[in-house]
C-alpha cells in the first residue's frame, strides 16, 4: 500500500509539471488555433536564457547576491520571451494568417528548429544548472498511519505547489483581467472580437508572452530538477498526449490530463512494465491518450466538435 | 511558343486521359526518366550516389506515400517513421528467416506488414480528426520505436539490438555498387510514381480527395469514409513501408530503430508540404529540397573558406534550416508544386503577354 501510495504521489507530481508544458500548448491552440509544436524549444530557449543570465549578470553587473542574480535572471529570461513572442508574431504569424492548421503546425516545426539552433549559439549546449534553492532531501509523510509511511520528494512537491500556483494565477488573469476577457472573446471567435475593437496582433503577442512566461516556469522547474540541456526540448513530446487527452481547448483539461497521464505513465511502469520488458513510459501515454480519443474524440475536457455541412 | 497544346486534338476519350495529355509533358517526363536510367549512372560520382541521389530516391519514395494519406486524403500522419520502420523489420525478418526468399518479394511482404498496421492505426481515424489524429499516431510511432528496440523476436535475438543484411542480389544480380543500388531505388521509385499517379487520378483518388475537402460531405454523395480512409492508410503505409525496407536494406544495410524515429517522421512530413501536399510531382519537389538543404549547408562554410567550428556548424545548419522552412511557408504555402504549374502556366502564353 505505502508503494503504490508512493507511486501515486510520484506520478501526480510529474504530472502537475506535464501540466504546465502542455498549459502552453493549450493557451496559444485557444487564443490563435496555432498547434505550437515550437512549446518544447520555448521551454529550452527560456531556461537556458535563465540559466546563462544567472550566471553573467553578477559578472556584468558586479554584485554577488545569489538570490538577486536568480530573480534578475528570471526577469531577464521574461523579457526574452515576450521578444520572443513579438518577433514571431511579426515575422511568422502575421504573414500566415488563415493558412490551414498544418501549415502553421509545420511553421511552429520550423520555429522550433530555428529556437533549438539559435539558443545553442546563442547561451551555448553543455548542461547548465539553475539554482532555485529547492530542497533535494526526501520526506516521510503518513508514518503515523501505516507501517514505513511513504515517501515523497520534497523537490517534487515544491515543484508542484509552483505548478498549481502559476495555473491559479493564470486562471485568475484570464477569469479577472481586460485582457483576459479579451483573450477569451478571441479565442471564441476572431472576427468578431475584432468587430468589437480587440486588437488581434497584440493580442497574439500577449498569448505567446503568456505561453512564453509557461515555458520559462517550466524550464526553471525542470531545470533544476534535471539541468538545463538540450533533451529539455522533447519534453513538449512527453506534453503532446496530455494536451489531447484533456482537450486542445480546456486549462482544465490540460491539468487534469497531466495528472491522469502523470499517474498513468508511473504505475504502468511499475506495474506492467516489468511484464512486458520495461521503457513503456513514452508510449503508454500515447495509447492511453489514443484510447480516451476513441470514446471523446475531443478529448476529457475539448469543446464538441460539431461537423456541419 | 514551344509549350502550348494548339493543334493536338482528341479524338477519342482514352486519348483525352491519358496521364500526360499535353505532348511535350510526356517527351520532358520521358527523357527525364530516361536520362536519369541511362546517363546518370556514368555522370554521377560515387559520393554523389551514396549521399545524395540514393537517400533522394527512396525519400521521395516515403513523401509520396506519406502525400497520398496526407495531401490527398486529408489525414495528417506523424507516425510515418513507424511504418517505415514496420516495412524495414518486416522485410528483414521475412528475408533471414524464409531462406531463398527472393529481395523484390521480401520488401514487398514488407511493405504488406506496413500495410496491415497502418489500417489498423488507420481505424481510430474514423472517429479522431485533425490535429487530435495528428498526434494520436504518434502512438504508433513510439510504440513501434519501442517494440524494436525492445521485443528481441522481430530483430532476430540480434545481440547488440541493431541488424543487417548482406549479399542483396535480384535475379542473380548482385546490389552492391553505388550505381547498382542507385538503379534499384530508381526502378521502384518509377513503378510506384506511375501506380499512385494512376489511383489518385481514379475513383479512389476522388473518393479520397472529396474526404479531404470535408468528410460530412462527401459521406451525403455516398463516399463510405470507412473505405476510403482505410484504403488510404493502406496505399500510403504499403509505399511508406516498402521505402523504409529499401532505406534500411539498400541504403543502410544495417540499422537500428534510431533511423525511423521520430525525426524521420518530421523531416518527411516538411518534404510533403514544402513540394506540395495532394501533388506526385511535389512528393520529388520536396525529398530533393530537404536533402539537398543540410548537405549544402554543411558544405557552404568550407566553399568559402570561413572557418567554423562543428558544434555553432551543426546549430546554424538547424537555424537556417527552421527560418527557411518558415519563409517557404510564407512565401508559397502550397509548396513547390504550385510554383512549378504557375511556372507552366506561364510558359504557356510565353512570349505573348496574353
Request: net charge neutral; charged share 10%.
Amino acid at each position: 500500500m505505502g508503494f503504490f501510495l508512493e507511486t501515486l504521489f510520484g506520478g501526480l507530481m510529474a504530472g502537475m509539471l506535464y501540466s504546465l508544458i502542455a498549459l502552453g500548448f493549450v493557451l496559444i491552440y485557444k487564443a490563435s488555433g496555432v498547434f505550437n509544436f515550437a512549446q518544447g524549444a520555448m521551454v529550452l530557449f527560456a531556461a537556458l536564457a535563465m540559466a546563462r543570465f544567472a550566471e553573467w549578470f553578477p559578472k556584468w553587473f558586479g554584485f554577488d547576491n545569489h538570490w538577486l542574480a536568480i530573480g534578475l535572471a528570471f526577469a531577464g529570461a521574461m523579457l526574452v520571451m515576450i521578444a520572443v513572442a513579438y518577433i514571431i508574431e511579426r515575422l511568422v504569424l502575421s504573414k500566415l494568417v488563415n493558412q490551414e492548421g498544418i501549415t502553421l503546425l509545420m511553421a511552429t516545426l520550423g520555429i522550433s528548429y530555428f529556437m533549438e539552433g539559435f539558443g545553442q549559439t546563442l547561451f551555448g549546449s553543455d548542461i547548465y544548472k539553475i539554482d532555485i534553492g529547492m530542497p533535494k532531501d526526501p520526506i516521510f509523510v503518513f508514518d503515523k498511519v501505516f507501517e514505513g509511511g511513504v515517501l515523497i520528494n520534497k523537490e517534487d512537491l515544491y515543484a508542484a505547489l509552483i505548478a498549481a500556483a502559476l495555473v491559479v494565477v493564470l486562471s485568475i488573469f484570464f477569469q479577472k483581467t481586460a485582457t483576459g476577457r479579451a483573450l477569451r472573446a478571441v479565442a471564441d471567435d476572431h472576427q468578431a472580437a475584432q468587430s468589437i475593437g480587440i486588437p488581434l496582433n497584440r493580442i497574439w503577442v500577449i498569448v505567446w508572452s503568456v505561453a512564453g512566461f509557461a515555458a520559462l516556469v517550466a524550464g526553471m522547474i525542470w531545470g533544476s530538477k534535471l539541468g538545463v540541456q538540450f533533451s529539455l526540448a522533447q519534453v513538449a513530446l512527453k506534453a503532446l498526449p496530455v494536451v489531447i487527452l484533456g482537450g486542445l481547448t480546456s486549462v482544465p483539461g490540460a491539468i487534469i490530463g497531466g495528472l491522469i497521464i502523470g499517474v498513468g505513465e508511473k504505475l504502468s511502469e511499475v506495474y506492467i512494465g516489468p511484464m512486458l520488458g520495461g521503457g513503456i513510459e513514452i508510449w503508454f501515454a500515447y495509447v492511453l491518450a489514443l484510447l480516451v480519443l476513441l470514446v471523446r474524440p475531443q478529448g476529457l475536457f475539448g469543446e464538441k466538435i460539431i461537423d456541419r455541412v | 511558343m514551344i509549350y502550348r497544346e494548339n493543334g493536338q486534338f482528341k479524338t477519342s476519350y482514352r486519348a483525352d486521359q491519358q496521364i500526360f495529355p499535353i505532348l511535350q509533358d510526356k517527351l520532358v517526363i520521358l527523357a527525364l526518366v530516361a536520362f536519369a536510367f541511362l546517363a546518370v549512372p556514368f555522370l554521377a560520382s560515387e559520393y554523389s550516389f551514396r549521399a545524395i541521389l540514393t537517400p533522394f530516391l527512396i525519400l521521395s519514395l516515403a513523401a509520396l506515400g506519406l502525400n497520398v494519406l496526407v495531401g490527398y486524403c486529408g489525414q495528417i500522419s506523424l507516425g510515418t517513421g513507424a511504418f517505415m520502420a514496420i516495412g524495414a523489420y518486416g522485410a528483414y525478418n521475412f528475408f533471414v528467416r524464409v531462406p531463398g526468399m527472393p529481395l523484390i518479394a521480401a520488401l514487398l511482404l514488407g511493405g504488406g506488414c506496413a500495410t496491415v498496421v497502418g489500417v489498423l492505426f488507420g481505424i481510430p481515424s474514423l472517429r479522431i480528426k485533425g490535429l487530435y489524429l495528428a498526434v494520436a499516431t504518434l502512438a504508433a510511432q513510439f510504440f513501434t520505436d519501442w517494440a524494436f528496440l525492445r521485443i528481441k523476436w522481430f530483430t532476430n535475438d540480434s545481440s547488440s539490438g541493431s541488424v543487417s543484411v548482406a549479399g542483396l542480389n535480384v535475379l542473380g544480380m548482385p546490389i552492391e555498387t553505388p550505381v547498382q543500388k542507385y538503379l534499384f531505388c530508381l526502378a521502384f521509385v518509377c513503378i510506384f510514381a506511375l501506380l499512385a499517379k494512376n489511383l489518385v487520378r481514379g475513383n479512389i483518388g476522388r473518393e479520397w480527395m472529396a474526404i479531404r475537402d470535408m468528410d460530412v460531405a462527401a459521406a451525403v454523395i455516398g463516399i463510405r469514409p470507412v473505405y476510403a480512409k482505410l484504403t488510404a492508410f493502406a496505399v500510403s503505409s504499403f509505399i511508406v513501408g516498402v521505402a523504409g525496407g529499401l532505406w534500411a536494406f539498400v541504403h543502410l544495410g544495417s540499422w537500428e530503430p534510431a533511423a525511423f524515429s521520430v525525426d524521420r517522421s518530421f523531416q518527411l512530413l516538411f518534404m510533403v508540404i514544402i513540394g506540395g501536399l495532394g501533388s506526385i510531382a511535389g512528393s520529388f519537389f520536396g525529398a530533393a529540397f530537404i536533402v539537398l538543404l543540410p548537405i549544402l549547408l554543411d558544405a557552404l562554410p568550407a566553399y568559402f573558406g570561413i572557418p567554423i567550428d562543428t558544434a555553432l556548424a551543426s546549430h546554424l545548419t538547424f537555424m537556417i534550416f527552421g527560418a527557411l522552412i518558415v519563409f517557404f511557408l510564407i512565401v508559397e504555402p502550397h509548396g513547390i508544386a504550385r510554383l512549378w504549374a504557375t511556372g507552366r502556366e506561364k510558359l504557356r502564353l510565353w512570349p505573348f503577354p496574353h
